[in-house]
T-cell receptor
Framework: GAVVSQHPSWVICKSGTSVKIECRSL??????MFWYRQFPKQSLMLMAT?????????EQGVEKDKFLINHASLTLSTLTVTSAHPEDSSFYIC?????????FGPGTRLTVL | GNSVTQMEGPVTLSEEAFLTINCTYT??????LFWYVQYPGEGLQLLLK?????DKGSNKGFEATYRKETTSFHLEKGSVQVSDSAVYFC?????????????FGGGTRLMVKP
C-alpha cells in the first residue's frame, strides 16, 4: 500500500517550453503533497507544499510563477515548469502524506536543451 | 530550527559486513524519525520509522532505535548484501502529522562489494 506514481519518468524539452509533471497517490487520498528537487549526489531540496483545494506554499527562493503547482484532487498534484531553461534540468521528486509518513514517487528526470 | 546530520560517505563494505550509519538530529518537541533509501535513478523508499523515544524501527534486516537522550537514530544491519548498495537518508518530521515537512540529512552512499 501507499504507492505514489509520477509521470513522466523522464522528459527532454527545448529551452523556452513548458513541462508538466504529474504526481498521483494510487491507493490512498493525500490532502498534502510535496515537491522536491534533487541535484546529483545531493540531498532533496523542498520546493513547495501542495494542499488540495488551496494554493501551494513555496519555499524561500523558489519562483512560484516558474514552478506552477496545482493540487486539483486528493490523488493528483501537478508541477509545471514554465519557460524551462537548462538550469532547470534536475531530478524532481514528489511525495504524498499518508497517516504519519510521507511516501515518495519514483522521480522525474528533466533535461532542458 | 530542525536539522539532521549524517555521517558522510561513501561507506564501502564487503558483503556480509556489519553496517552502521550514524544519524543525529536537532529538533524542538518530539519529532518522528525516518530512514529512506534511494536506489540509483529512483525516488525514495521508506525503509523504517520510529515515532517516539525508545521505539525501534526495523525492516529487511535494517533497524534503528530512537534515542532521545543522545538525539540519535543510527541505522544498523548485521550482514549487508550487494543489493543494499544505495543512498540512505535520515529524516525527521516535527510532530506526528505527515503533512509536516521532512528535514533530511545529506545522505550516505553505501557501496557493498562482493
Amino acid at each position: 500500500g501507499a504507492v505514489v506514481s509520477q509521470h513522466p519518468s523522464w522528459v527532454i524539452c527545448k529551452s523556452g517550453t513548458s513541462v508538466k509533471i504529474e504526481c498521483r497517490s494510487l491507493d490512498f487520498q493525500a490532502t498534502t503533497m510535496f515537491w522536491y528537487r534533487q541535484f546529483p549526489k545531493q540531498s532533496l531540496m523542498l520546493m513547495a507544499t501542495s494542499n488540495e483545494g488551496s494554493k501551494a506554499t513555496y519555499e524561500q527562493g523558489v519562483e512560484k510563477d516558474k514552478f506552477l503547482i496545482n493540487h486539483a484532487s486528493l490523488t493528483l498534484s501537478t508541477l509545471t515548469v514554465t519557460s524551462a531553461h537548462p538550469e532547470d534540468s534536475s531530478f524532481y521528486i514528489c511525495s504524498a502524506a499518508f497517516r504519519d509518513t510521507q511516501y515518495f514517487g519514483p522521480g522525474t528526470r528533466l533535461t532542458v536543451l | 530550527g530542525n536539522s539532521v546530520t549524517q555521517m558522510e560517505g561513501p561507506v564501502t563494505l564487503s558483503e556480509e559486513a556489519f553496517l552502521t550509519i550514524n544519524c543525529t538530529y536537532t529538533a524542538t518537541g518530539y519529532p518522528s524519525l525516518f530512514w529512506y533509501v534511494q536506489y540509483p535513478g529512483e525516488g525514495l523508499q521508506l525503509l523504517l520509522k520510529a515515532t517516539k523515544a525508545d521505539d525501534k524501527g526495523s525492516n529487511k534486516g535494517f533497524e534503528a532505535t530512537y534515542r532521545k537522550e543522545t538525539t540519535s537514530f543510527h541505522l544498523e544491519k548485521g550482514s549487508v548484501q550487494v543489493s543494499d548498495s544505495a543512498v540512505y537518508f535520515c529524516a525527521l518530521s516535527d510532530g506526528g502529522n505527515a503533512g509536516n515537512m521532512l528535514t533530511f540529512g545529506g545522505g550516505t552512499r553505501l557501496m557493498v562489494k562482493p
